[in-house]
């Protein structure tokens, strides 16, 4: 080649490189101011963390059309984020851009960076690019775990990316958010990788231990419900099993575990478990509840925990709806959520003061942990309101707090329970052993129940033998006909209760059974209630029988059906006042029943007595001035009789007006026909006692010794009166109100009565006897079928002189009135001065004048006292009153009262001797009140009136 030509074509190659050399540095520098347009955010100073905000431009993509390249080219579209109002708009895009220039020192900066994405945005596209390459990263709340660039976990938006120091990157990207809300422009965040690994791994630590700590309580309290069988532990596992959820959704360690099982297609769906906050209110009320009974301690608030327990429930649902139509906006769910938190906080605030007043011990634990909750909770409820500065500490801090004191107090009411569980244990187990012994007992009673129905059943049928026999000779028997017709009626009157006793011992053997027979039940009524009209007359009663129908034949058991009228009757004709009036009414009834009614005017049965008059051995009235005498056991036969003849018997009753007893038996005819009815002679009736005696009246009579006999039986009365007539002078009374009526200027020397009387019984005549100054010392024997020790010590406390029980020893009745009297006349002789009688104090023992010399003694010395008594005496004696009378019945065989009055009436005498005073000035001077009735009492027991006495 020539050398021009080799000239020409190295200049042109020369220059031709020259060209591309200075081509492709321009193209650098070309590209390089391509790559970063807009504001620089420059890292000149090292921070934990950067908010790209300030140097950020947006723009508003509003058909969602625009590419990366497109976003570049609109490069004047830009608008500083700052100047940028509007709020953030579904269904639109926007495309952020920033350049960042890392100008820190190379030996301190990190290359590897992560941007952080707020979580309103639900997509984001980024774009890094340098000068020479370009990188598309993918993130956002509603990407499929797959599609992101890093940390693929839901719950996060963020990506990795690198800016070494004395580099600069443009970054470009494109977010929407489809949540159903319009919000504020989200901002970016820029970190360094390390920092941000350091703050996730403190986060996972931090909550690992909560975590645990949860976890661990739940598990053990889960254990306990299934072996206790406690709810409190129970409801206590789902609140921290709730608490679990809550926490680990908060962290995003929820979705990290759950979403790429369940759903990585749709990672917001993770949301739902935000609901868990209404599980744990309703866990942790229910926990509170059961914990401390509050059904029992507080009901009204019990009421309350359950209302909003139940009004959580829709509150759930419309949350859950408000997530799901609003496509998953937190802030518009967590308004609803807050409403129901803030209810549940300002409820359980209030109830620590009522809960306080309580005292209860178990509360005060449950006081505590419910005060570190709320302020904890409420805290973090405020801090929801800006998510900037949401935190979760402070309910961290007050959930472990509230857990502690929860804890401490299962532990403390699990060793109540323990306790208490160890007491009913111990209790059972007495009650256990007491069962044993009371089933011993009762088999032993039941035993010995049987052995008494038998020897029962023996005895009263053996009884049955000597009553004919008396009875039977009685009727025998030439002259005499009053006592023979005494000892006849009697006869028929113990046999007839022996025939009862016979009777309900063999109905509770079931050895009883029916004889029945067919016949006219009408004409048989009518005749057996003709029977009783002698006795209706006798009390001046009206005896009616009534019935609609003429003749009714059927099937009845004639002696059981007897047995029931004669004990219906009889109750009737006791209980019915003089001139009322008893009515049999017989009805027919429609559903084939006989109806019997026996209606009395008598004065009724109280209402409450009702119920119980059909039990054995039951008396309404038991007490001892009871009108009429009975044994409680004719209603019980009556009753197990009807029922017997598959009958019912029925009462009713009105105080003051009457009793009415029905009867009704079914009519049927299966049995065989009577072969002749029931006549007059037939029938079995009652016989009529002896007409009340009138009242007899005190004779004078200076021989015989003046008797007083207070007995409410006729026939008792007439024969105490055969025994003692021919030695005393008799008077009597039919009960003690009626004695102290007869009991006149005339005062007896003995009184003998009976304890049971209608009116006054023994025990108060004999009290009024002995606190009256007249007749204090009248000697008293009390006579009676009260037999038990308890009874004689009441009557002698009363102030008998002597006690006798029925049936009596005729001899033993005439020594004991015989030495009462002698003890009258020796207690005279004693109180005669030493010379005016042969020898003072003649047929005491030593010990007796020695306690009747010091009691003497001080009588005198209060002689004139009218107040004076035997509590005085006593104390004067250095004795107590019990100590006192005893003495005096073992020692001088008299009471302490009866020798007060003797010894006024002897000093009254010796006083009325000297002339000196008159006799209403003696009578005030020996303690008496009423001359009259010192002038009575001195007849009584000298013999003569005080004016007779010689001076």
């Known amino acids: 080649m020539p050398y021009n030509s080799f000239t020409m074509s190295f200049t042109h190659q020369s220059i031709l490189w020259l060209l591309l050399f200075i081509g492709f540095f321009g193209q650098l520098a070309l590209s390089a101011q ?56 579904t269904p639109f895009s926007y495309w952020g851009r920033v350049c960042i220039k890392n100008q820190l020192d190379p030996k301190s900066s990190p290359s590897e960076w992560v941007l952080l994405f707020s979580n309103k945005l639900t997509k ?53 958010s489809e949540i159903g809300q319009s919000l504020k422009l989200a901002g970016v965040w820029l970190r360094p990788l390390e920092l941000q690994l350091r703050a996730e791994t403190r986060m996972k630590k931090s909550n690992g231990f909560f975590m645990g700590f949860f976890f661990m309580m739940m598990s053990y309290s889960l254990a306990l419900a299934f072996f206790t069988k406690d709810k409190a532990y129970l409801f206590y596992s789902g609140y921290l099993s709730a608490l679990i959820v809550w926490q680990s959704f908060n962290t995003g360690e929820l979705g990290e575990w759950l979403t790429p099982l369940l759903f990585p297609e749709h990672p917001q769906y993770i949301y739902f478990f935000k609901l868990a906050t209404y599980l744990g209110i309703f866990s942790y009320l229910a926990f509170v509840s059961s914990f ?70 178990k509360g005060q634990f449950i006081l505590a942990g419910i005060l570190a909750m709320n ?21 961290q801090a007050g959930i472990f707090i509230e857990l502690l004191a929860f804890s401490l107090g299962l532990a403390f009411r ?19 052993m007491q069962r044993q012994a009371n089933e011993k007992e009762a088999k032993r009673w039941r035993e010995l129940n049987e052995l008494k129905n ?59 059974g029916v004889d029945w027979v067919q016949g006219d039940v009408i004409q048989f009524l009518k005749i057996h209630v003709d029977t009783w009209q002698p006795l209706a007359s006798g009390k001046n009663l009206s005896l009616f029988f009534y019935s609609k129908a003429e003749t009714c034949t059927m099937d009845y058991d004639a002696e059981k059906l007897r047995q029931v009228l004669y004990n219906l009757l009889s109750n009737a004709l006791k209980f019915t006042p003089e001139f009322g009036e008893v009515v049999v009414a017989v009805s027919v009834l429609q559903n084939a029943h006989l109806e019997v009614t026996v209606k009395d005017t008598g004065k009724g049965i109280p209402e409450d007595h009702l119920d119980k008059i059909f039990n054995r051995f039951y008396q309404l009235d038991d007490s001892a001035t009871r009108r009429t005498g009975g044994t409680g056991i004719g209603l019980a036969l009556v009753k197990e009789l009807v029922e017997l003849m598959e009958g019912h018997i029925s009462v009713e009753s009105k105080v003051g007006r009457g009793t009415a007893f029905s009867v009704r038996l079914p009519i049927h005819q299966r049995a065989p026909l009577a072969e002749r009815s029931v006549s007059p002679v037939m029938a079995k009736g009652p016989q009529p006692q002896l007409a009340v005696s009138p009242e007899r009246h005190l004779e004078p009579n200076g021989e015989r010794p003046h008797l007083l ?48 009387m209608p009116e006054m019984d023994g025990m108060e005549f004999c009290e009024k006897i002995k606190t009256d100054e007249r007749t204090a010392h009248i000697p008293v024997v009390m006579l009676t079928a009260r037999a038990t020790q308890k009874d004689k010590l009441d009557g002698l406390e009363h102030g008998a002189d002597a006690y006798l029980i029925k049936p009596f020893d005729k001899q033993e009745l005439l020594l004991c009135l015989h030495n009462l009297l002698a003890l009258k006349a020796k207690m ?39 107040y004076f008594g035997v509590v005085h005496l006593a104390r004067g004696l250095s004795l107590s009153k019990s100590t006192l009378t005893r003495r005096f019945k073992e020692t001088a065989g008299i009471s302490p009262g009866h020798f007060i009055q003797y010894v006024r009436l002897h000093e009254a005498r010796q006083l009325l001797e000297a002339g000196e005073l008159t006799v209403s000035e003696v009578a005030y001077s020996v303690g008496y009140s009423h001359p009259s009735h010192f002038s009575t009492a001195y007849k009584s027991f000298f013999g003569i009136s005080p004016s007779e006495t010689p001076k």
């Open 292 to 361: 401390l009974d509050m059904q029992t301690l507080l009901p009204k608030w019990h009421r309350l925990f359950k209302w909003i327990i139940w009004l959580g429930v829709p509150l759930l649902i419309v949350d859950a709806a408000i997530l799901w139509t609003t496509n998953f906006s937190l802030l518009r769910a967590d308004r609803l959520s807050v409403v129901y938190i803030l209810l549940f906080i300002v409820v359980t605030c209030i109830f620590l003061w009522p809960l306080y007043k309580t005292k209860d011990k």
């Open 709 to 756: 006999v207070v007995e409410d039986n006729i026939d008792v009365q007439e024969y105490l009166k055969s025994l003692l007539e021919k030695e005393y002078c008799i008077a009597t009374a039919a009960n003690g109100a009626a004695a102290i009526r007869t009991i006149g200027d005339q005062l007896p020397d003995l009184i003998l009565c009976d304890v049971m």
């Open 375 to 395: 302020v904890g909770l409420l805290l973090t409820a405020i801090s929801r309101f800006s998510p900037s500065n949401f935190t979760l500490g402070y309910f």
């Open 34 to 89: 391509v790559a970063c347009p807009g504001n620089v955010f420059v890292l000149d100073s090292l921070q934990a963390s950067y908010y790209l905000e300030d140097a950020m431009e947006i723009l508003l993509d509003e058909k969602h059309n625009l590419d990366f390249t497109d976003a570049q080219r609109a490069e004047a579209n830009f608008q500083p984020f700052s100047q940028y109002k509007e709020r953030f708009r």
């Open 414 to 432: 699990r060793r109540l329970m323990l306790k208490e569980n160890q007491e009913k244990a111990i209790e059972l187990e007495k009650n256990r």
């Open 124 to 176: 984001i596209d980024i774009f890094i690019s340098d000068s020479l390459s370009s990188t598309n990263l993918k993130t956002g709340e509603f990407l499929p775990i797959h599609e992101k660039a890093f940390m693929k976990t839901a719950g996060n938006s963020i990506v990795k990316v690198t800016i070494p120091p004395g580099s600069r990157r443009s970054l470009y990207f494109r977010a929407e």
């Open 828 to 866: 005279k002789a004693f109180l005669l001065r030493p010379g005016e009688e042969q020898e003072s104090g003649n047929g005491f023992s030593e010990a007796s004048r020695t306690l009747l010399e010091a009691a003497r003694t001080v009588i005198l010395k209060n002689m004139d006292s009218e």
């Open 454 to 512: 038998r020897l029962y059943g023996n005895f009263t049928h053996e009884f049955r033998t000597p009553l004919m026999i008396i009875k039977g000779t009685a009727e025998q028997l030439a002259g005499n006909d009053r006592k023979k017709e005494m000892i006849v009626r009697n006869s028929d009157e113990l046999l007839e209760m022996v025939s009862q006793m016979l009777d309900l011992s063999k109905l509770e053997a079931g050895e009883m």
